[in-house]
């Protein structure tokens, strides 16, 4: 596709070459055919001589001889350029033929067997472009496209973050009728072998498949390869199968405003003033400075340290200038659910955008942009995945080496993990969550009312936009796991809070300390032996 691409890119400049090269040969015409100065003429003979005529008539000749034979010659070459100019434009048509482009595959409903022949030379031509029949140079160990393998039972699978397992059966349905879809059709080509309908042979089932192996290129298609039993112990039959991907189709083209849109973050807190404190020095930078679309709603729970969070949000509010706040205080016991459920249905504005958020949470403003555009009312809610930063004083090694906040907020594997097994950062319109039924006020503390609600979208009509976003962090704090917890409640606690604290890496570290230290004593023996 790329080499057809190259050569329609450069058959505009083979013409011009052509053109160019017609004007050289005529422009050389004319001065080979314009007479030579006097310097530079043959040597005639002289007038009085007897033999003037018949030499006058021989030169003559001689040179439209010369002329002539020169014309031929270029006539020759523009017939070759123009010969190979058609050979080129007969190359490239066929090309096309072979490879219709993308954007040339047309659902046309005046002429539905051209685009459907169309579409069906590109998906064939998709197998010619995937790495199906032979291998593709790569550039590094990188760059090679792992397969995943399968079973009728469970999937076998490299890229698991932190919900999914290596060993698990297909959760998603996507994943599920595909592979179950992929064994039926390998069954019936195994059941109706071409060109061989007349001869006898076994029916297979899908008992009799063993394994599979598949791999996605994103812009080709899925590669399928099944396994089956064959007919004695050592005889196997294999079935390859491959799913190519259609052309892109634009679907639309929207222009979208987002001057107007007010994003209202909505806080929930009881206590952990100094974490407010570090909040509002973001918010005030990221939400009202660069941002200035922004409404903050504050949910507290209990009296305890209320006046210092007061006090914290009025400061903000004298030296920003910033009046959009709302303040809401509850003698109750904390309960994240209903602070949210509360801030969100106090809103007495038009239509806005609510932004679930905590108070141990870091966001940009591109962030804030991400959450006005992959929402809309009544369309699309925006559960972004975000990125959760180890223990500092574990990853920077000691306590007065540790970085700036801003400094340490790199997404890599040794700072952090995109945190996919939460839910409680969340875009969506005031309208939506209203309809939705808001959050369970049933729930108390901390967890569950994020799932719950997460749950309520799923089963809706709306879209739920899932994706990791690199502009939103969960900062390290310490977990505690109190003494009241059950045994079982207890080792999960020190789980999580393991999972939290380093990357698998760093953690061993610690685990090996003393053996690292041990080794580096013994090289530091040995260097001052020598």
């Not at 007038?47 to 005529?53: D, R």
């Not at 002429?111 to 459907?116: D, E, I, T, W, Y």
């Not at 602070?339 to 504005?349: E, N, Q, S, Y």
């Amino acid at each position: 596709m790329m080499l057809r691409r190259g050569f329609i890119i450069f058959l505009p400049r083979l013409v011009g070459l052509l053109v160019v090269a017609c004007c050289s040969v005529s422009i050389v015409y004319m001065l080979a055919c314009t007479p030579r100065g006097d310097n530079e003429q043959l040597a005639l003979p002289r007038v009085h001589s007897p033999t003037a005529k018949e030499g006058y008539e021989a030169i003559l000749q001689e040179r439209e001889e010369q002329h002539r034979n020169y014309i031929v010659s270029l006539k020759k070459q523009i017939a070759q350029l123009k010969a190979e100019l058609q050979g080129r434009s007969k190359q490239l048509k066929n090309m096309q033929d072979q490879f219709p482009d993308p954007l040339d595959v047309r659902l046309d409903p005046g002429n539905p067997g051209k685009a459907q022949a169309n579409l069906l030379a590109f998906l064939r031509s998709q197998i010619d472009r995937a790495e199906v029949h032979s291998g593709v140079k790569l550039s590094t160990e990188y760059a090679a496209v792992p397969f995943e393998s399968f079973t009728l039972q469970k999937v076998y699978q490299l890229e698991t973050g932190l919900t999914r397992h290596p060993e698990e059966k297909p959760v998603r349905k996507d994943k599920r009728d595909e592979l179950v879809e992929v064994i039926e059709l390998a069954v019936g080509s195994l059941n109706n072998p071409e060109g061989d309908s007349n001869a006898k042979h076994r029916m297979y089932t899908a008992s009799d498949f063993i394994e599979g192996i598949y791999r996605t290129e994103k812009d080709k298609g899925t590669l399928y390869e099944l396994t089956f039993k064959g007919d004695t112990k050592h005889q196997f039959n294999k079935i390859v199968l491959f799913r190519p991907f259609g052309p892109v189709m634009k679907v639309k083209n929207e222009n979208l405003n987002m001057a107007d849109t007010l994003i209202n973050v909505i806080v929930p807190l009881a206590k952990r003033a100094s974490k407010f404190r570090q909040f509002m020095q973001n918010f005030r930078e990221m939400g009202i400075q660069q941002d200035g679309r922004i409404h903050l709603t504050v949910v507290y729970f209990g009296k305890e340290q209320m006046n210092e969070v007061k006090s914290i949000l009025e400061n903000t509010s004298k030296s920003a200038n910033f009046k959009n706040f709302t303040f809401i205080q509850l003698n109750e016991e904390f309960s994240r659910g209903k602070g949210l459920d509360i801030g969100a249905r106090v809103w007495k504005g038009s239509n806005v955008v609510l932004f679930f958020c905590d108070v141990d949470i870091y966001f940009t403003a591109e962030f804030l942009n991400s959450c006005r555009l992959n929402t809309q009312p009544g369309k699309k809610v925006f559960y972004p995945v975000l990125f959760s930063q180890y223990n500092p004083s574990i990853i920077y090694g000691h306590q007065d080496s540790i970085p700036s906040l801003e400094q340490q907020l790199i997404i890599k594997k040794e700072t952090g993990f995109w945190r996919d097994f939460g839910f409680g950062m969340t875009c969506q319109y005031r309208s939506d969550f209203i309809n939705i039924g808001g959050f369970d006020l049933d729930i108390k503390g901390w967890g569950g009312e994020d799932v719950h609600l997460y749950r309520k979208y799923l089963h809706s009509n709306l879209i739920v936009i899932r994706t990791p976003v690199r502009g939103l962090f969960h900062l390290w704090h310490e977990k505690r796991c109190v003494d009241e917890l059950t045994p079982e409640q207890y080792k999960m606690c020190m789980q999580s809070k393991a999972m939290n604290e380093a990357s698998h890496g760093q953690l061993g570290m610690l685990v090996f300390r003393q053996e690292i230290e041990t080794h580096l004593h013994r090289q530091k023996l040995n260097s001052k032996k020598t």
